[in-house]
């Protein structure tokens, strides 16, 4: 889309209403564009190449749209071109349909958030995405990028697709000093000494654990409780190997126990959103809540401060690592060279050392780089970029299993966590047969 | 028995009164019709026998038994609707032992009042076809069987055979009679169509703006009208009527002597007669010039503009050697000439 | 009945084909949207359950029966239909009685009649969106019906029917007939106003009550209306779909999960087209075996009457 502006209005808006006009706005645009083609051609001639470049996520809670605003304004300031902010609400399974129908209907954005790993493979096998391979030889990203593990996941058949921007882990553990201090108790140090707390918390009137009713959500609690208690070995052989009878030994018959009783403890947490879970948590309602880094933005917005009113316990405090989950932004294909040289100017802002800085910040997450200085850095992620540092890292589900696999398990998991009368046994049994059948 | 006695009956819907003050006595086994322009209350008279409605006050005596408050189903009656009112989901079987059944009658005496009532009316073979297969003249049938089967102690009509064809109609009427000459049970029978009130009724009752005007036989209705309106409801074409004024014996109209010798009080009045009645004749009181001719082959209706103002319609037997623009003039007879007074009123001659 | 008749006329004119010419060749894009949209598409949704088709459709992946294999051993897609049918049942029962009941008090000609009318309508001018929105704060326990009535004094007072997987069905029944049920009265107002007036008169004089009156003569009376309304309260039970989503998001658990949110979540969110299309095939089975049988004895039956 070229200089000529047409007189629309500057479209900074980052509001969910703003952003859904902008669709329709945009297929304006290309209407007028396909007809004034002569014309935009000839006045592109002498003038600077602008464009504008919608980009579709799904960040809208107050830290998630605090850091996304930073990569708007990287690139605002640091090019010729214009961010146009398309904010879907409703979390990422809400926004993915709507994403994937876009560009398989022919109406791409011009980049799009996805969690690397497999949610959008088919659509780059289908040749659907920018190839990325050139610009990433010129600025070396296989040098900086780290751990290796997340430049693979956006890499297909030797060429990469997509841009990593953060490093999301699932595996923490956090907990209300303020719960723990009403109850008269000392704060936890690992799960262990969580689980036999909880009956003292229960008594002072708290819920010991806080549950959103997501199926993303305790999916993902799940998986922290298999890797903390089972041990990564045996999580790998399940997650990565997808070998079933693993899943049905008594390796994993612990963490099925373990999420029975996880179950029991978060069963009066009556809500159904992540952050209103961690609200739970901040206000000391709840004793603690198994959920992603990302909630440490919920406890930075509410002024919280880690170590103080509240402790973060990486892979529950029983083993110490990180998962390399996250977000990645892909740039579907487009027929506009001028686009494309947009495109990936975007992608370049996304890697650059101040944009990496200023967004992970917010966002509450880890770095893409091992190269950049995070002195900013709060306790939590100090914790985590330790752990970083050591090679404590696996990699996320989402990197593991396909979204069928994925929403089979997060079927299956929200049922359980909500049917008391479910076994531990009867859980377990159907996960392994999924995983049988896992790909 | 079947006798039913109607004291001050009085009905209003909201500040309307629709029957104000009806006193009626209906003989056993009479065929009472009642007749009137629409509006008149006919129906809602009808409603208040039958139960359906009860009246703002006044009283209905069945057998000189008060029912006033009794419900419709427990006074006797049958009723006859003009849209028949047949079940349509129901065989003509169903429909005549449905309401039998629901009064717990054993069923050999269900099936014994339909075979009577279906021979009686000729509908014995469509018994297990549905209303919907039925031609209107045998759904009306069916829907008299209905009632018959109930052996009421008196049928209501509800001008039944307004839906039917003009021949079907005519036949239907006989059959009608024929079958209340057979059964003999009191019928009332509401209609606004004179010929079927003056060919089938005993007694016929004309009703207008919720009051009797006349009870009477049908002849009597025809020669001694009680008053102007039943004078120009009852006979077609319509009587004549000239209002004028009595001074010493003569009726003057416009200035033309009417009629003679009345040895009647001054005033104003009217004199009427029927089309039927008059008699060409040249130099007679009435004559004008004739507008229209209709001949009907058995009578021929003439439509003459009278030369004083006014028209008249007259009805000459046979086929009148007369055309459209001749000037007529037509003789009053004495004995044919109605007189009513300034109320409306018949005065005798 | 005048479907058949007009049938049979048209076929010994010999040249059927001609008549109405012009008519025929205006609905001919109607009768090719018709055939490509619904049939053509239907059977490219159907060829593609059998297929391993992931986030784009995949023809040339066979995988014979495998998708409606796995389709039922899913515990979520049983649920599903069980759900489906409890609700189908409760809206097709309670809409009727509730409907035909209103309908049958609004017909004695009550005073305030348009007032009732209008107040049972309103609802059905929301979507199911809004309905589901509104019953889900009515009936949560903390700012809803039950602490209203709490507030009254009842502290025992117990109405919490979204938050239990046993009654969640209910609680969404409950949305679906207060937004349903006033049309569904209205349709049966209007067809108890379609009886003639003598029929009521004739059954009076019989001296059959109001209520058999109704079951035994009324009712079947009104056949065509009900026919209406049935394929209203279907429409109603298919679209389910948004009042759960709106109301329970399929939960607690996937206790409140639709056959509809299955077909949709497995094709855009585990993006797995394969799986979506065999159960929205088996949907339209299900369908099919309801419609097959009384479309041939509504029309099939017919003709031999005539």
């Known amino acids: 889309m070229i200089v000529v502006r047409l007189a629309l209005e500057e479209r900074g808006q980052s509001d969910i209403s703003g952003a859904f006009s902008l669709h329709r706005e945009d297929i304006d645009m290309r209407l007028l564009r396909s007809v004034l083609a002569g014309t935009t051609a000839f006045c592109a001639a002498g003038a600077v190449a602008a464009a504008e470049l919608e980009v579709t996520h799904w960040w809208t809670s107050g830290g998630e749209a605090a850091a996304v605003t930073e990569f708007a304004k990287a690139f605002n300031e640091g090019t010729e071109h214009t961010w146009v902010d398309g904010a879907i609400a409703g979390g990422g399974s809400t926004a993915r349909p709507i994403m994937v129908s876009r560009i398989t209907g022919g109406d791409p954005m011009h980049a799009t958030q996805f969690n690397h790993g497999r949610q959008a493979e088919e659509l780059v096998e289908a040749g659907l995405m920018l190839d990325l391979t050139d610009l990433a030889e010129a600025e070396g990203w296989t040098d900086f990028i780290h751990p290796a593990s997340l430049l693979d996941s956006c890499t297909l058949d030797g060429r990469i697709y997509c841009v990593p921007v953060n490093i999301h882990s699932w595996q923490w553990l956090w907990l209300s000093h303020k719960a723990y201090e009403d109850a008269g108790l000392d704060v936890p140090s690992n799960w262990g000494e969580f689980i036999d707390t909880a009956p003292q918390l229960i008594e002072a009137g708290k819920v010991p654990l806080a549950m959103g009713q997501q199926p993303w959500q305790t999916a993902g609690a799940f998986g922290v409780l298999a890797t903390a208690i089972a041990g990564v070995d045996t999580w790998a052989k399940v997650t990565i190997d997808k070998d079933a009878s693993v899943a049905a030994g008594p390796e994993y018959a612990k963490v099925f126990q373990a999420a029975a009783q996880a179950r029991e403890l978060s069963k009066d947490s009556n809500v159904q959103d992540w952050n209103l879970a961690t609200a739970m948590v901040i206000n000391g309602q709840a004793g603690g809540q198994i959920m992603g880094d990302w909630a440490q933005g919920e406890f930075a917005i509410a002024g919280k401060v880690a170590g103080e009113d509240y402790t973060c316990l990486p892979g529950l405090g029983v083993h110490e690592l990180i998962s390399t989950a996250g977000d990645a932004f892909y740039f579907p294909k487009q027929d506009d060279p001028e686009i494309e040289a947009a495109q990936l100017e975007l992608a370049s802002t996304m890697l650059s050392k101040t944009a990496q800085v200023a967004f992970n910040l917010k966002k509450g997450s880890l770095p893409v780089r091992g190269d950049v200085d995070l002195a900013a850095a709060n306790d939590c992620m100090k914790k985590g970029l330790a752990i970083l540092a050591e090679g404590n890292i696996i990699p996320s589900g989402d990197q593991s299993f396909s979204a069928d696999t994925a929403t089979q398990l997060e079927d299956l998991m929200v049922e359980f966590w909500n049917d008391l009368s479910m076994s531990a046994e009867e859980v377990q049994e159907i996960y392994a047969d999924i995983i049988a059948d896992a790909d | 028995m079947g006798q039913i006695t109607l004291k001050d009956i009085r009905k209003s819907f909201g500040p309307v009164d629709v029957l104000k003050g009806i006193d009626l006595e209906i003989e056993q086994g009479e065929f009472l019709v009642f007749v009137g322009p629409s509006g008149c209350g006919k129906s809602t008279l009808l409603r208040m026998i039958a139960g359906l409605d009860k009246p703002t006050s006044g009283t209905v005596e069945i057998n000189d038994v008060d029912v006033t408050q ?31 059944q629901n009064t717990k009658m054993p069923k050999a005496e269900i099936d014994r009042r339909i075979a009577d009532a279906s021979t009686m009316l000729e509908i014995d073979g469509l018994l297990s076809r549905r209303p919907g297969q039925l031609s209107g003249g045998q759904r009306q049938r069916v829907a008299i069987g209905r009632a018959i089967v109930r052996d009421p102690t008196a049928f209501l009509l ?111 009045g009217t004199l009427g007669i029927r089309p039927q009645h008059l008699i060409l004749a040249d130099g007679g009181a009435l004559s004008g010039k004739i507008a229209l001719v209709e001949s009907l082959g058995i009578e021929t209706v003439l439509h003459v503009d009278l030369s004083e103002g006014g028209n008249l319609i007259a009805v000459l037997p046979g086929q009148a050697a007369v055309k459209a623009g001749d000037q007529v003039a037509f003789d009053i007879p004495r004995d044919k000439r109605h007189l009513f007074d300034g109320q409306g009123q018949r005065v005798p001659v | 009945m005048s479907l058949a008749n007009s049938g049979q006329g048209t076929a010994r004119r010999p040249n059927k084909l001609l008549r109405n010419l012009p008519a025929k060749i205006a609905s001919i894009p109607m009768v090719l949207t018709a055939l490509v949209v619904f049939v053509g598409c239907t059977l490219w949704t159907i ?260």
């Open chain 2, 158 to 268: 509800d001008e039944p055979l307004s839906n039917l064809d003009a021949e079907l109609r005519v036949s239907m009427r006989a059959e009608l009679s024929a079958l209340h000459d057979r059964i003999k049970t009191t019928m009332i029978y509401v209609t606004h169509d004179q010929v079927e009130a003056m060919t089938m009724a005993d007694r016929i009752v004309v009703l207008r703006g919720g009051h009797i005007e006349q009870v009477a036989t049908p002849l009597d209705l025809f020669n001694k009208p009680a008053n102007l309106f039943v004078a120009g409801f009852i006979g077609a074409p319509a009587m004549n009527l000239f209002s004028g004024s009595l001074e010493n014996g003569q009726f003057l109209c416009d200035g033309r002597v009417l009629g003679t010798a009345l040895r009647l009080q001054d005033g104003p």
């Open chain 3, 47 to 306: 060829y593609h359950s059998f297929t391993g088709s992931r986030l784009l459709p995949a023809p040339e992946k066979w995988v014979g029966l495998d998708q409606y294999e796995r389709l039922w051993g899913t515990r979520r897609w049983l649920v599903s239909i069980e759900n489906l049918a409890l609700y189908g049942a409760g809206s097709l029962i309670f809409s009727l009685v509730i409907g035909f009941t209103l309908a049958a008090l609004l017909d004695r000609k009550i005073r305030g009649e348009a007032v009732f009318r209008t107040i049972f309508l309103y609802p059905f001018a929301l979507s199911f969106i809004v309905t589901g929105l509104a019953w889900q704060w009515i009936l949560n326990p903390d700012f809803g019906l039950q602490s209203v009535v709490q507030g009254w004094g009842w502290a025992g007072f117990e109405f919490n029917p979204l938050n239990d997987r046993n009654t969640v069905m209910y609680g969404v029944l409950i949305a679906g007939l207060w937004q349903g049920t006033g049309f569904i009265m209205i349709v049966l107002l209007a067809g108890l106003r379609g009886i003639d007036e003598d029929i009521w008169k004739a059954t009076r004089i019989e001296g059959i009550p109001a209520w058999k009156t109704y079951i035994v003569v009324i009712i079947p009376m009104m056949r065509a209306t009900f026919v209406t309304v049935l394929v209203l309260i279907a429409s109603g039970i298919i679209k389910v779909y948004d009042l759960i989503v709106a109301q329970t998001s399929g939960g607690p658990g996937i206790a409140s999960e639709v056959p509809a949110k299955y077909v949709i979540e497995r094709m855009f969110q585990s993006q797995n087209l394969g799986q979506g299309f065999a159960a929205s095939t088996m949907m339209l089975l299900s369908v099919l075996i309801v419609l097959i049988p009384w479309a041939y004895l509504e029309f099939g039956g017919k003709k031999k009457h005539d």
């Open chain 2, 70 to 100: 009794v419900s419709a189903a427990d006074r006797g009656l049958a009723m006859v609707f003009q849209s028949y009112a047949l079940y349509p989901h129901m065989t003509v079987r169903q429909n005549l032992a449905f309401g039998l």
